[in-house]
């Protein structure tokens, strides 16, 4: 079942349990892969894992730039149609070529009912509105949409090319434990709960040519170990069992540092917390009120004391480091005295009772942010849900009898698509604060066709401004990943998107 020979299961055993080899290099892991079929999983941690075994179209480099990787280039022919050139000299791990056809299968598969041996891909919805994908020659592969995307290159580093013949002589469920990639590592063995043994692939064509280095992987053999505790992730850093962890925990930040071979790294993430208003119904119909709720929140405070300084501030709805992000939004300051004013404005001299609902996870946060809304005069209560509950309740379709809603939104493509639209325009699915502004929707339905990115980034800053001033929410941050880290790594930096990619990382 498993790719492993013996005598190469009998090596890795003995590499594991002893001193790691200059060539090995290995990650302290949240969690075990789900699956090691990229279109039959919706798990970040199993992408990160698959994403070291197999490449895609189109990748990102670690300040999240998305660039060519299997693909040479691509241009959008209109607003609808997108043309990929197929780099030529890829192979696969089996030493197949591969060719434009398997492009067009393995987009077939994320795309059409049933594909996958009868099921449907759990991915579908990534792909978006790709109606077709069709080989024009041996070199270009089309993609025709329904209906304008234009994230769809910023969605494509999520989806990786799987071999047309492999997948047809295994099946669906053979690719769940077998795999033929075309990424700087191959497979050798995956002993679930415990660890997924990968080796270099020395046919490997070297990787996004705007990604440098360009060639095969670093090291000899990279190791997923599954450690979920935390505590016993970092204690494996510390020891040198490993030389990376993920999820770092803020309160180990200090343990991290102070050892002397081991350091912390940290990246802006991709989700966006913030805390809903009702814009359908009083007090927060009134923009005074949602003014006062922003000015009520030190947002550095909580940062300091809640997040041990492990997030970055907010003023709208995206992370600084995504497209279109608009640097120039005024901050709400903290300012108790002018919200009870704005308050009284409002015809609230005396406060409001509010209630504000949030997740088990989010609880302690919730709570500073809840009493110092009391503080100014929103007194509020919190109610913690179920996660699903709390959707259905807050979802656009809903009753909208609540008052606030203590939640995030990921935006991993770093597109305002991905979270703009669905958070603030009128309607849609994301859109908890019941927010609704012509002006809003009109620059967000003209950067959905606007092809020319420069002006498609300038609509996305003016819908800012407006969303700015209006405050449907409570604009709170964005958190950041923390990792551990050997000193003995080099040529690795940790990506917003939550990814490890080992293909440039050694170990000294």
């Not at 950067?447 to 020319?452: G, I, P, Q, R, W």
């Amino acid at each position: 079942m498993f790719k492993a020979l013996t005598v190469t299961a009998f090596i890795v055993t003995t590499a594991i349990s002893a001193p790691a080899a200059a060539s090995e290099l290995r990650v302290g892991f949240t969690l075990d892969a789900l699956t090691l079929d990229p279109a039959n999983h919706r798990k970040r941690e199993t992408e990160t894992i698959i994403r070291n075994i197999y490449d895609g179209l189109l990748t990102r480099d670690a300040k999240m730039k998305v660039v060519p990787e299997l693909a040479e280039s691509w241009k959008q022919v209109d607003p609808l149609t997108y043309d990929f050139k197929i780099r030529q000299g890829v192979t696969f791990h089996d030493g197949s070529p591969m060719t434009a056809d398997d492009i067009v299968f393995t987009f077939e598969r994320l795309t059409k009912d049933g594909a996958m041996d009868g099921q449907t891909s759990p991915r579908k919805d990534l792909v978006g509105p790709v109606k077709s994908i069709a080989k024009v020659d041996d070199r270009t592969v089309r993609f025709t949409l329904s209906e304008p995307w234009p994230i769809l290159p910023a969605m494509l580093p999520f989806q990786e090319v799987v071999s047309k013949a492999f997948t047809e002589k295994v099946g669906t469920q053979g690719l769940a434990t077998q795999t033929n990639g075309t990424g700087p590592f191959k497979l050798v063995e995956w002993r679930k709960g415990d660890s997924i043994i990968m080796e270099r692939f020395d046919g490997y064509y070297g990787g996004a040519t705007d990604i440098p280095p360009v060639g095969k992987a670093c090291v000899d053999r990279a190791i997923f170990r599954v450690i979920p505790e935390n505590a016993s992730r970092v204690a494996a850093l510390l020891a040198g069992e490993v030389d990376i962890i993920n999820e770092l925990p803020p309160f180990d930040m200090k343990k991290v540092e102070a050892n002397s071979n081991t350091k912390v790294m940290k990246v802006n993430g991709t989700r966006t917390f913030f805390v809903a208003l009702n814009n359908a119904k009083k007090p927060f119909d009134d923009p005074r009120v949602r003014h006062a709720a922003n000015m009520a929140i030190n947002k550095a405070l909580i940062i300091d004391k809640v997040l041990l300084g492990t997030a970055v501030p907010l003023n709208g709805v995206m992370s600084p480091d995504a497209f279109g992000y608009n640097p120039d939004l005024p901050a709400y300051a903290f300012d108790a005295e002018k919200a009870k004013k704005l308050l009284a404005e409002a015809g609230y001299p005396n406060g409001v009772d509010a209630s504000i609902d949030t997740e088990g996870a989010f609880k302690e946060m919730t709570e500073a942010v809840a009493s110092m809304l009391t503080k100014v005069g929103i007194r509020t209560k919190v109610n913690v849900g179920e996660g699903s509950t709390l959707r259905a309740k807050w979802s656009p379709k809903g009753e909208k009898t609540g008052d606030m809603y203590f939640t995030s939104w990921g935006n991993g493509s770093l597109d305002p698509a991905d979270i703009f639209v669905p958070t603030l325009k009128t309607g849609d699915r994301g859109n908890s604060a019941f927010y609704s502004n012509k002006e809003v929707d009109a620059l967000l339905d003209a950067a959905n066709v606007e092809l020319d990115q420069a002006k498609r980034a300038d609509l996305y800053k003016k819908a800012q401004v407006i969303v700015n001033k209006d405050a449907p929410w409570i604009f709170l941050w964005l958190p950041q990943d923390l990792y551990g880290v050997s000193k003995r790594v080099s040529g690795w930096e940790p990506s917003a998107d939550s990814k490890i990619n080992l293909h440039d990382a050694c170990v000294k």
